[in-house]
């Protein structure tokens, strides 16, 4: 089992930033690759951002490319994602999300998820 816990949400204006956290703890977090998602309502669970085992490589949906950034340390067993340039568009609640697979962008294929964080953009 994995435990993963979010941080890091809140209001914030459009154009602005924050910076979310996913804290781990149970089996080793370098055995698993890493992603973040996000859920408005009434709307499906989209992938936002993906990061190997190891941290060489990141992958990132489109609609987030150049504004948001993830990162891992796995010394501290966390994973966290930069939010720049936030749109209104962007507000959801964001998910860590923790898989054996390497480079999926599916949820389905994520093994252990946390509870979520809540982020609003007001424009």
């Known amino acids: 089992q994995v435990q993963l816990v979010e941080s890091g949400g809140g209001l914030v204006q459009a154009g602005g930033s924050l910076r979310l956290s996913c804290a781990a703890s149970?089996?080793?977090?370098?055995?698993?690759?890493m992603g973040w998602f996000r859920q408005a309502p009434g709307k499906e669970r989209d992938f936002v951002a993906g990061?190997?085992?190891?941290?060489?490589?990141?992958y990132y949906a489109d609609s987030v490319k150049g504004r948001f950034t993830i990162s891992r340390d796995n010394a501290k067993n966390t994973v966290s994602l930069q939010m720049n340039s936030l749109k209104p568009e962007d507000t959801a609640v964001y998910y860590c999300a923790a898989t054996y697979s390497s480079g999926t962008h599916y949820a389905r294929h994520y093994d252990y998820w946390g509870q979520g964080t809540q982020v609003t953009v007001s424009s």
């Open positions: 149970g089996r080793t977090f370098s055995n698993y690759a």
């Open positions: 990061i190997s085992r190891g941290g060489g490589s990141t």
